[in-house]
T-cell receptor
């Protein structure tokens, strides 16, 4: 079993839709969770960072962590064509010196 | 604010040639530094990380090496490139004593022919 599983998509939605992106993990030591957005041929950009179970909201983005189920989600409200990108989840354990474990990414396309 | 630079942006090199990719960070001190490779369909692979000058940890055995000659400079090298070295190389930094979030540079796209 891989440490982090992420559905690669591609996921295509109409503009204005609510998007749900998900990752599951197997290592119960993971305590820090991140979502990155990566546009084509660019470096990943940190979107959200959280270390506790529950929801964290930032504008149209909400990150959700359920440690009991080892499941994290990123919700995008009122999706825009500019949200079209690959979304990567990442996580790490305490004391790992920042060694992140990444999902393979979900490619999202928002159609006007 | 902190910025991270990588160069060159793109590179086409023949098999067997040497490689040197450079990464520099501005606006922070004593960062952790990382080299990743991203190949199509394979996600991000951590190659090296460094917690200080001259301190390099290798995650994957290969024909690549890394060096950190200055606090905010990280170099990825190879003496002889292989076809399998093609990919998108990303440098990242994180706060040494902070959380684990990492910030990525713009990347170098390497094609070995």
């Amino acid at each position: 079993q891989k440490e982090v599983e992420q559905d690669p998509g591609p996921l295509s939605v109409p503009e204005g839709a609510i998007v749900s992106l998900n990752c599951t993990y197997s290592n119960s030591a993971f305590q820090y969770f991140m979502w990155y957005r990566q546009y084509s041929r660019k470096g990943p950009e940190l979107l959200m960072y959280t270390y506790s179970s529950g929801n964290k909201e930032d504008g149209r983005f909400t990150a959700q962590v359920d440690k009991s189920s080892k499941y994290i989600s990123l919700f995008i409200r009122d999706s825009q064509p500019s949200d079209s990108a690959t979304y990567l989840c990442a996580m790490s354990a305490r004391g790992s010196q920042g060694n992140l474990i990444f999902g393979k990414g979900t490619k999202l396309s928002v159609k006007p | 604010s902190q910025t991270i630079h990588q160069w060159p942006a793109t590179l086409v090199q023949p098999v067997g040639s040497p490689l040197s990719l450079e990464c520099t960070v501005e606006g922070t001190s004593n960062p952790n530094l990382y080299w990743y490779r991203q190949a199509a369909g394979r996600g991000l692979q951590l190659l090296f990380y460094s917690v200080g000058i001259g301190q390099i940890s290798s995650e994957v055995p290969q024909n690549l090496s890394a060096s950190r000659p200055q606090d905010r400079q990280f170099i990825l090298s190879s003496k002889k490139l292989l076809l399998s070295d093609s990919g998108f190389y990303l440098c990242a930094w994180s706060v040494l004593a902070g959380g684990d979030e990492q910030y990525f540079g713009p990347g170098t796209r390497l094609t070995v022919t």
